[in-house]
C-alpha cells in the first residue's frame, strides 16, 4: 500500500482511485527541494517509497496519454488544502486574519511551473478562500449547535 505523503492527505493505493495517480519524490536535489518545502512538512525526508498523489500538481503537469501517468519534466507540487495546514494550531479568530494568513502561506509555496498561467492562479486562489469561508461557517454552525 501506498499512501500520499502530503500532511492530512487521505489518497492511498488501497483507495482503487482511477483518476489519483502517485508519483516518487525527484532525484534532482533542486527539484527535491521545491517538493519538501511545498508540503511543509518540518524535519521530514522522504524515503525511496515516499510519493505524493496526482491531487497536488497542475492537471496540465500531469501526462496520461501514454501506458503510465507521469509527471512533466520539473513538475512542482503546488495544490494543498490549506486549511488543514493553519486550522488545528490556529488561533485565528475571524475571516479577515485568516484571509491574511492564507496570504502569507501562499507566498512561501514557491512554483517554478513552465508556462504558468496568472489567471488561473487567481482563479485558484479564490477558490481556496471560498473553501476558507466554508470551513469558518461550519465551524460556527457547530459552535452554535454545541450551545444550544
Same mark, same amino acid.
Given at each position: 500500500?501506498?499512501?500520499?505523503?502530503?500532511?492530512?492527505?487521505?489518497?492511498?493505493?488501497?483507495?482503487?482511485?482511477? !483518476?489519483?495517480? #502517485?508519483?516518487? #519524490?525527484?532525484?534532482? !536535489?533542486?527539484?527535491?527541494?521545491?517538493? =519538501?518545502?511545498?508540503?511543509?512538512?518540518p524535519d521530514w525526508q522522504p524515503t525511496s517509497a515516499s510519493v505524493l498523489c496526482s491531487k497536488h500538481f497542475e492537471a496540465s503537469l500531469i501526462d496520461k496519454s501514454g #501506458?503510465?501517468?507521469? =509527471?512533466?519534466?520539473?513538475?512542482?507540487?503546488?495544490? #494543498?488544502? =490549506?486549511?488543514?495546514?493553519?486550522m488545528p494550531t490556529s488561533t485565528i479568530t475571524n475571516e479577515g486574519q485568516i484571509l491574511r494568513e492564507i496570504q502569507n502561506i501562499q507566498h512561501g509555496v514557491s512554483s517554478t511551473v513552465p508556462n504558468y498561467d496568472e489567471d488561473n492562479h487567481r482563479k485558484e486562489e479564490e477558490i481556496r478562500k471560498m473553501k476558507y469561508k466554508a470551513v469558518l461557517k461550519n465551524k460556527k454552525d457547530k459552535s452554535t449547535e454545541t450551545t444550544e
Open positions: 500500500m501506498v499512501k500520499c505523503s502530503a500532511p492530512l492527505c487521505s489518497n492511498a493505493t488501497y483507495k482503487k482511485t482511477a !483518476e489519483i495517480s #502517485f508519483h516518487r #519524490f525527484p532525484k534532482d !536535489e533542486n527539484i527535491k527541494l521545491a517538493w =519538501l518545502s511545498n508540503i511543509k512538512r #501506458f503510465r501517468t507521469v =509527471l512533466a519534466p520539473g513538475a512542482i507540487p503546488t495544490i #494543498f488544502d =490549506l486549511v488543514q495546514d493553519i
